[in-house]
């Protein structure tokens, strides 16, 4: 098998598809506005003509790099590239302005390199036993694993849980239009038999994803200011000394980075927010903080890469994405027959020895290729956006219409496209909607499988022990805000000071 | 653009019932325990709720309300055309790509967001002409997806 996996990866497709979507997620992540999970939209229409490998390649690569590459705008202008190096950019702003932006790059970079490392390590070890855990997993344990990770996306996925909850029902309504259903029924099309298979899944995350980040450039007052910090010298300088000092905000970054991306809707972005927190919560001179100190920037740098490899594990062992970006890839999976779930592991183990290859294989050409990108930097962040965002525009149009040759889907993109504008702006969170959209069908078909097969007998969903854990778990989640409300109702004055660390 | 809390709630609420009383049209599955109508049913319900509860709180909030609002940058007509302009650009390729083609709607859509966003006419005019030539060459010699010709039909 060994020798399948190289033979793959050493296709001159599958190196070709690496290094031109890496080049391709340093632009992505460096120039702000554009995001990596716009990336892996955007990247969507040109997989359809790649084989299986070469086309999660450009995936997996893209996405690395450009959250690392998210980073230089961030240290070099104070404007985060993409949203997941948002929490430690004060901070590495500061660095530059005390004359260190070669070492909080360099942080930057080796800190993403190592937290990208670890979440590898942690899926290639943690899915295959998922896997074999799950294969006698029914329809019940499904339905109650889609129900957590509905509640985690509207719970974790954002600040506003009642905003999270709205933001997911639109979600599961959009997965209900056409007649993906048990029962084959068409529900809210409209007489319209573009709808009949449902809203078409790619036109409606480029438009909720790269179409609505147009709009939203096209809502501010974007000049870049015309100064920028060249980096010179040695990136690599310090580094080293740094990871000696800091080994534990490193790793323990690195590992709720994985937690955090493993848990449906909340990615990358949210990762880095917590371990920033955690780390100046922990830390022996939290007063350093926010005054240019590299602890934290290499505990959020390796905890936001790591979340994209842990996004992966529940995407490929039950086909629930963990953020936004496996929302994408679980459809290209689809399309290229590597439906996820745990039968994937015994049935093709060569495309998910693949896949694990990959995502070792993209967090080690981001090394080199990251410190090229910090070479170029300033060049890079100052390519001017009012270029830039039209030509995206041109692309979600023909990205979208590529997917079935279709009009109707370039609708669907516009239409999305200012429907997420206009949520986002109103403080509701794009990723419970994308979950729903994705698990609404799954978890509807799961409902109805189990009731069919235990003839309509609800006590069917708590009598198998593994549902009945998992359906606790559930439940009690649920309750939980509840709980907490009640418990700081009695103790108010303590509520001001639990807020605090989040 | 900004909505109001409760007027979005309100517009929320309105698409729960309209979902609920769709949903109750549906016809059973013969032979089944659920029919088609009761994923819609509870989804709505939840809606429901969700929006009373975000309307309830929205009034909640003291100080002035805008309930409709934009960004303030907005204020500024050459800001204000650029952001029309995105999904008009969108709605122009829909109605004009079949007859007129990929690459004159595509010069098109380029050049007018060019100068809507600032784009000095000496980048932007060689960028719109050969950002249009690689797309429609990447997209329809290299992806072959069927780009609508148009008027350049058989020169091209």
């Known amino acids: 098998m060994l020798y399948e996996v190289l033979k793959l990866l050493t296709d001159p ?13 340093v ?37 690395a790099v450009a959250i690392f590459a998210g980073d230089i705008p961030g240290c070099l202008l ?16 500061r660095m530059t302005r005390n004359g260190q932006a070669e070492l909080a790059l360099g942080a930057s970079l080796m800190s993403s390199a190592f937290g990208g490392l670890f979440g590898t390590a942690v899926l290639v070890a943690a899915a295959p036993i998922l896997a074999e855990f799950a294969i006698n997993f029914s329809s019940v344990e499904y339905f109650w694993l889609v129900l957590l990770g509905l509640t985690c996306a509207a719970g974790i996925g954002s600040k506003d849980p009642l905003k999270g909850m709205i933001a997911l029902m639109l979600g599961l309504i959009i997965s209900m239009v056409g007649m993906n259903n048990p029962a084959g029924a068409a529900r809210f099309t409209f ?32 000049s870049v200011p015309g100064e920028v910090a060249k980096p010179k010298g040695s990136i690599l300088r310090g580094v080293g000394g740094l990871f000696r000092r800091y080994p534990i905000p490193i790793l323990r970054g690195s590992a709720l980075g994985t937690v955090i991306g493993a848990l449906p809707g909340a990615g990358a972005d949210i990762a880095a927010w917590m371990s920033y927190g955690i780390a100046k919560r922990y830390s022996k001179e939290p007063e350093k903080f926010g005054t240019g100190h590299p602890e934290g920037v290499l505990e959020a740098g390796a905890s936001n890469n790591s979340a994209l490899a842990g996004a992966w594990i529940p995407a490929l062992v039950f086909g629930i994405p963990g953020d936004s970006i496996t929302a994408i890839v679980i459809g290209v999976l689809f399309m290229k027959n590597l439906n996820p779930g745990p039968q994937l592991f015994t049935q093709n183990p060569v495309a998910i020895y693949s896949i694990f290859a990959l995502f070792v294989i993209a967090n080690l050409v981001m090394i080199p290729l990251g ?27 023909v990205g979208s219409y590529a997917v079935n040759n279709s009009l109707f889907d370039i609708g669907v993109m516009l239409g999305f496209g200012v429907f997420a504008y206009i949520l986002e702006e109103s403080g509701f969170p794009a990723s419970p909607a994308i979950l729903g959209v994705i698990l609404g069908t799954m978890l509807e078909n799961y409902f109805v499988t189990t009731m069919i097969s235990y003839g309509g007998n609800l006590t069917a969903f708590v009598t198998r022990p593994i549902a009945a854990v998992l359906a606790l778990i559930v439940v009690a989640l649920w309750c939980w805000p509840l ?3 009640l418990a700081g109702r009695r103790a108010l004055p303590t509520a001001a000071e639990r807020q605090e660390p989040a | 653009m900004r909505l109001h809390d409760s007027v ?20 059973p599955s013969p ?16 809606l429901a709720l969700a929006s009373v509860g975000l309307f309830v709180r929205s009034l909640r909030v003291a100080g002035p309300r805008t309930w409709f609002g934009f960004a303030p940058e907005l204020r500024r007509p050459r800001l204000l055309m650029g952001f029309v302009l995105a999904p008009l650009a969108v709605l122009f390729y829909l109605l004009a790509s079949e007859r007129i083609g990929f690459l004159p709607c595509s010069l098109v859509i380029l050049l007018a967001l060019f100068t809507a966003y600032g784009v000095r006419p000496r980048v932007g005019v060689p960028v719109a002409v050969g950002m249009s030539l690689v797309i429609y060459f990447l997209f329809s010699r290299l992806l072959s997806v069927p780009l609508p010709q148009g008027i350049l039909e058989g020169i091209v």
Request: proline share 9%; hydrophobic share 60%; glycine share 8%.
């Open chain 1, 483 to 485: 709980v907490m409300r």
């Open chain 1, 13 to 25: 497709t599958t190196l070709m598809a690496i290094a031109a979507s890496a080049v391709f997620g």
């Open chain 1, 191 to 222: 007489g319209q038999s573009a709808l009949f298979d449902g809203v078409a899944l790619i036109p409606m995350m480029v438009g909720m994803f790269a179409m609505s980040e147009i709009l939203r450039f096209a809502s501010s007052d974007t």
């Open chain 2, 8 to 27: 979005l709630a309100a517009l929320f609420f309105v698409l729960a019932v309209a979902v609920v009383v769709t949903a109750r049209g549906f016809p």
């Open chain 1, 27 to 63: 632009f992505m992540g460096a120039i702000p506005g554009l995001t990596a999970t716009m990336a892996t939209a955007l990247l969507v229409p040109v997989t359809f003509f790649l084989p299986p490998i070469p086309a999660i390649a450009t995936m997996v690569t893209a996405t």
């Open chain 2, 31 to 46: 032979g089944q325990p659920v029919g088609p109508g009761l994923f819609p049913t509870v989804v709505g319900v939840c």
């Open chain 1, 371 to 397: 410190l090229a990108a910090i070479k170029l930097g300033a060049r890079l962040v100052q390519v001017p956006r009012n270029v830039i965002m039209p030509i995206i525009l041109l692309f979600c149009i």
């Open chain 1, 78 to 93: 104070r404007i985060p590239g993409t949203p997941a190096s948002a929490a430690y950019t004060d901070e590495t702003y």
